[in-house]
């Protein structure tokens, strides 16, 4: 019987080494080095080994055929919100070759951080989430939208409110000071509410106070909360966004160096187009949008008010270097869908009016009573694109969310952000280094954000990993064509499961919650 047992035994097949091996590979590692041939191992969601491994067994074997092999991308501004509860494998994402996302950007973000993360890991992630604690989100929650500044004991409760949101695991704070209603703070407030997540260790991410002529004057509030509550700051979506001032990106950008010479940790990051995306609203003086809806109503009513507001708005216009609203185009309007991919003086004329200026100004007014749109703007140039884009402190992010396919009209960067680089900026124009941009969008954001074993390939690391050939990536979606996923992204696994399958999407849910205090 031993004997038996014994021969059964001997027979039995080996148990494999790995669960993945990955031969072939021209390993990008994300540091920024020149490429390497390799085999890469996988076990239980980690890289096991990097090198020649001719003997070694797995339960997969991926040839990666002189393909490159990548660490996973970071999405270090994103707004997932409000839609990644319902679709969570974020397809638009992992076919983009992102594995992880940073949201609560621009100062919004969900107040119940711990329940949010909780229902997350219940629906089951395809890629890691990451979120920071808004301003725009505490301050709404504590003072509504008041414009005047914090009294001392409504700080206090906003700092309460940063800090469980910190213990819960929130990786820092972010601001969106051209919103409401974090537009009526100031300085003094935003640097008490970010030593509340500083004391943890977060990053303070800033949609700064302005992106155009006065864009120097918000670096300077920047670095000075960074300074000041002891943080990391990231800079969000840097650009320029004043046509007549296009090319200041040199100004902006030595002052951003500037402060990294004096000891400020300040980096930057930035979407790879010259649309930008955001509401309606910000067409408007921030001040005719506090203390809610009905106290909009009333001043949009009110004749002698609504011409002050209009007044403002062509001023700001002229400011802007902009002739009419032709560079304002609707991505998504729930009142109107028939308005959506028009501009401001097409839908004038489709409200039966000739599109002068004014009444282009009244269909504005006329959307906002309505409920508003998500709009994208035509609002930068070339020469601070790329500028923006050859500073090695830049990072890559989207500043998109999690789409369904054929909804809305949304910007194409929820689609394509990485994989535009790949093929725009790196193929075709020769902007950056194909090494080096896979570095802007791994290792750098992975070291800003403090995810200590992700970003880099190397072994004890989290497996998030993308093999594709990086003649082939391409972005496919247009702002007149929107949904269209990225094609080229042969694999993508993470955390050691494969998550896109020869170009195919499956239905693993191996995304985690990444909280501040588990990196």
């Known amino acids: 019987m031993k004997f038996l047992a014994l021969i059964l035994l001997c027979a039995a097949p080996a148990l494999a080494q790995y669960d993945i091996l990955i031969r072939n590979a021209r390993v990008i590692d994300g540091t920024g080095n020149p490429w390497y041939r390799a085999d890469v191992a996988v076990k239980d969601g980690r890289i096991a080994a990097i090198g020649a491994m001719p003997q070694a067994t797995a339960t997969r074997i991926i040839d990666a055929a002189g393909r490159a092999l990548t660490p996973g991308f970071i999405d270090v501004h994103t707004h997932i919100e409000g ?26 973000s969900v107040p119940n951080m711990g329940g949010w993360f909780k229902m997350l890991e219940e629906a089951g992630l ?15 929650e504590v003072m509504g939208t008041a414009n005047r500044a914090a009294t001392p004991d ?17 990786v820092g704070f972010s601001t969106g000071l051209i919103y409401i209603p ?41 670095a000075r909360v960074g300074q000041e509550a002891g943080m990391r700051v990231e800079l969000s979506h840097f650009k320029i966004d004043t046509p007549r001032l296009w090319g200041m990106s040199e100004k902006s950008l030595a002052l951003v160096e500037e402060y990294r010479r004096k000891g400020v940790d300040v980096v930057v990051d930035q979407y790879p187009y010259d649309h930008s995306s955001t509401n309606l609203g910000i067409t408007m003086p921030s001040w005719a949008l506090a203390d809610g809806a009905e106290k909009i109503k009333e001043r949009l009513t009110t004749q002698e008010i609504r011409q ?9 216009l002229k400011e802007l270097g902009h002739q009419d609203y032709t560079y304002a185009i609707v991505a998504d309007c729930k009142a109107n869908p028939e308005y959506e991919g028009k501009t401001i003086p097409e839908i004038t004329r489709m409200r039966g009016i000739e599109p002068s200026v004014a009444n282009q100004i009244e269909t504005i007014f006329a959307m906002q009573l309505a409920g508003g749109a998500q709009m994208i703007y035509h609002s930068m140039g070339d020469v601070d694109v790329e500028r923006i884009m050859r500073y090695p402190n830049t990072a890559f992010a989207s500043d998109g969310g999690v789409r369904v396919f054929g909804e809305g009209m949304p910007h194409p960067r929820s689609y394509g952000t990485n994989a535009r680089v790949l093929a725009e900026f790196v193929r075709k124009r020769g902007v950056l280094t ?23 390939v190397r072994e004890g690391a989290a497996a998030d990993l993308l093999i ?12 007149i064509k929107p949904h269209q996923y990225t094609e080229g992204i042969d694999f993508a696994i993470v955390n050691g499961k494969v ?4 170009g195919k999407l499956n239905d693993a849910r191996p995304g985690k919650v990444l909280r501040h205090a588990a990196n």
């Open 308 to 316: 002050k507001i209009a007044a403002e708005m062509e001023q700001r």
């Open 499 to 502: 998550v896109v399958d020869e």
């Open 126 to 140: 395809g890629i890691n989430v990451a979120a920071l604690i808004g301003h725009n989100t505490v301050r709404r």
């Open 182 to 222: 974090g537009t009526y703070s100031n300085t003094d407030e935003v640097v008490e509410l970010a030593r509340s997540a500083a004391a943890y260790g977060g990053v303070y991410a800033s949609h700064m106070r302005d992106e155009g002529a006065q864009i120097l004057d918000a670096i300077n509030e920047a």
């Open 154 to 170: 409504e700080i206090a409760r906003m700092k309460e409110m940063v800090h469980r949101a910190m213990q819960e695991g929130a």
């Open 434 to 456: 194909f090494e080096d941009a896979i570095r802007r969008m791994t290792s750098l954001p992975a070291r800003t954000f403090g995810f200590k074993d992700r970003g880099i």
């Open 83 to 108: 839609v990644i509860e319902t679709a969570s494998r974020a397809d638009n994402f992992l076919l983009d070759g992102v594995t992880t996302v940073v949201t609560g950007n621009c100062g919004g």
């Open 468 to 479: 594709f050939d990086p003649a082939r990536i391409q972005d496919k979606s247009t702002y």
